[in-house]
């Protein structure tokens, strides 16, 4: 559905393949009662909620584990004007079952930081939403 401002939205199932496409992403959460964006690296478990590999001491896991954050991640083209955006609210929480830790340390995310005994955090896509622009109209 193209809306009048040039954007169409993406409903959840375009919005998870596209997360699939890119391998960084923004998360926006609290940081000492301000906003705060930090670029992280990603990928998607379970095809539906954003995992991170991050170390244990670092200051975006007390911000986030146990808070409700967003995550967004896009893809634009300049040349042509047109590109997507995806955003995923949901609570993030820092991965604590061993099984499942285990089961991330083959499968999930690698920081692109060099680090040891990294920790998973996963935020779950209680909500998504996204929005495409197929082509601008600007003016130069």
Known sequence: MLQDNGFRALDRKECLRLLAKVPVGRVV???QAL???LPVNFSLDDDSSVLLCTSP???LVRAIDGAVVAFEADEFDAATQSGWS???TGRAAVVRDPAEHERLLRDGPRS???MRNG???RIESEMI????????HGTH
Not at 129 to 136: C, I, N, P, Q, V
Request: proline share 8%.
């Open 29 to 31: 959460y609290t940081r």
């Open 35 to 37: 906003p705060s964006v």
């Open 57 to 59: 001491a670092a200051e």
């Open 86 to 88: 995806v955003v995923v």
């Open 112 to 114: 692109w930081m060099p």
């Open 119 to 121: 920790v998973f955090v």
């Open 129 to 136: 939403s996204g929005r495409e622009l197929t082509g601008g």
